[in-house]
């Protein structure tokens, strides 16, 4: 069935393809029957011939068979079954989403994301590495780390600041700063 895990398209039932260890519909076709199907609306049989619309997961519906994706009409809303989760509008087995990434991504509110090193855009906490947390859209390292070609550490006195930053020592512990700092010596220590 769909979502189900695959290794190649022979795994696949119903017309599926293998697509990042996943079996799914090509991008213009749906599930419907167990066969994937061109997303045009469907005509049931003994319903006075009444057709229905094909329904995304969120999109309303009246019967499972309009939905589409994995989903179940629940509610008169289309929405994943227990234990899947919706990603790209497609119902996946929950215990499957991080294999769904492709390395150097990380599965975080639905969809993959690609992880950020410290200092760089983000979107989301779970993208940023080295224990660095998203902090208005930027990876930032925790209190008394700095971030270093990529990477949280404590700096040490040959290490060197980015642009516009100075060295300053508050209790023996080297800081980055954006204004210049005397230490307690009155020292000031330049990029």
């Known amino acids: 069935g769909t979502g189900n895990v695959c290794s190649t398209d022979y795994q696949c039932l119903g017309g599926q ?11 213009n076709e749906v599930i419907l029957g167990g066969r994937c199907v061109k997303n045009d609306g469907f005509c049931l049989q003994g319903e006075q011939n009444r057709c229905y619309n094909l329904s995304k997961p969120g999109q309303n519906c009246q019967l499972d068979a309009q939905c589409i994706g994995g989903s179940d009409c629940m509610n008169a809303e289309c929405k994943c079954p227990p234990k899947t989760t919706l990603i790209n509008d497609v119902c996946k087995p ?16 639905g969809s993959c994301l690609n992880l950020v090193a410290p200092g760089d ?28 070609d990529g990477y949280c550490r404590k700096l040490t006195f ?18 980055c700063s954006n204004t210049p700092f005397d230490d307690l010596t009155g020292r000031c220590y330049p990029p």
Request: aromatic share 6%; with cysteine.
């Open 17 to 27: 393809k293998c697509h990042s260890e996943v079996c799914e519909c090509e991008g």
């Open 94 to 109: 929950t215990t499957t989403t991080t294999s769904i990434c492709q390395f150097g991504q990380i599965f975080a509110n």
């Open 121 to 148: 855009a983000c979107v989301e906490n779970a993208q940023c590495v080295d224990g660095a947390s998203c902090t208005n859209a930027f990876c930032m390292c925790p209190e008394g780390l700095n971030h270093i």
């Open 158 to 175: 040959t290490d060197r600041c980015n642009e516009a930053e100075s060295v300053s020592t508050v209790a023996l512990t080297f800081v």
